[in-house]
């Protein structure tokens, strides 16, 4: 399973170190999985199978001043942020940058090992081909690749994490990231316009706002039920948004103590609001962990 998060307003994306590639370690199709994924104590937690249960969906064609639909859609927006943490959002004007975004994710993670370490992650850095945030040596580990890039500010940019093949690869990044941007900064009015503060309030966090994106590869696991495609968690943003290159389900986010299975919409991304937020708006909004099974 492939999937794209964008990272909107994040600060210090701090260091991984290097680690075996699950995709390959995947293909060997072993039964044998290294002990540092194994992490059944993960999956202890109830799953709610309750249908009813899911995270709201809104629609953000009715969110411009005076369209039909406006004040009961701006009410369902802050009731998510509020009460869920996460909403899906439709009808954002993003659906040909997301198509080709998928596409470009598809072609890079079937690129042979060898070239996709063409772009491998540097000793002390975050950016480029490998696995986030491992600090130690006898870490558990996620079961996952990923491809981390920064495309802004265009000053942060470093095209060496930043991959030519795909030969569209830059050209798809970049459109996707300008319509990112456009999406993240009118959510965040709309937020603010909901908390009775000014934009400039919550974006003014930040000297410079930054966007992050991951591109994530979750391979089927023979042991699915023993490990983590990504390890439970909170983020440390404003915005993370996400969108899934297939409809294979394996999100799950905690409320009131349940994780809940995340059933993604086509064309629709899944918004988490970041602890950033919270913490400028002293708990108004609501932030609960989320975390992703293997397929």
């Not at 900064?185 to 991951?214: P, W």
């Not at 968690?233 to 809940?260: C, P």
């Amino acid at each position: 399973m492939e999937e794209t998060n964008v990272i909107q307003g994040i600060g210090n994306i701090g260091f991984t170190l290097p680690v075996e590639n699950v995709q390959e370690l995947a293909s060997k199709n072993t039964t044998d999985i290294p002990n540092r994924y194994i992490r059944p104590e993960m999956w202890a937690d109830e799953v709610s199978v309750d249908e009813s249960l899911q995270i709201p969906v809104i629609d953000m064609s009715k969110l411009a001043t005076g369209n039909i639909g406006y004040e009961t859609e701006m009410s369902k927006l802050h009731q998510a942020c509020r009460d869920w943490g996460f909403f899906q959002l439709s009808n954002h004007g993003a659906t040909t940058e997301i198509e080709n975004m998928k596409v470009a994710t598809q072609e890079f993670f079937n690129l042979p090992l060898e070239e996709k370490m063409l772009y491998a992650q540097q000793p002390g850095g975050l950016e480029g081909y490998g696995q986030a945030f491992v600090m130690s040596e006898d870490q558990k580990l996620d079961w996952c690749d990923m491809l981390f890039i920064c495309p802004v500010p265009e000053s942060r940019r470093n095209l060496n994490f930043w991959p030519n093949n795909p030969t569209s690869f830059r050209s798809t990044v970049e459109e996707y990231s300008r319509e990112l941007q456009r999406i993240c900064i009118d959510l965040c009015e709309l937020m603010a316009t909901n908390l009775r503060v000014e934009f400039k309030e919550l974006s003014g966090m930040y000297k410079e706002v930054e966007q992050m994106i991951r591109l994530n590869y979750y391979p089927p696991c023979p042991q699915a039920d023993k490990v983590v495609g990504f390890t439970p968690h909170s983020d440390g943003t404003l915005l993370t948004l996400l969108v899934q290159v297939n409809e294979v389900e394996g999100l799950q986010i905690r409320i009131n103590g349940k994780w809940i299975p995340v059933k993604p919409l086509p064309g629709a991304f899944i918004v988490n609001v970041g602890d950033s937020m919270e913490c400028k708006e002293k708990g108004v909004l609501l932030f609960e962990l989320l975390r992703k099974k293997a397929p």
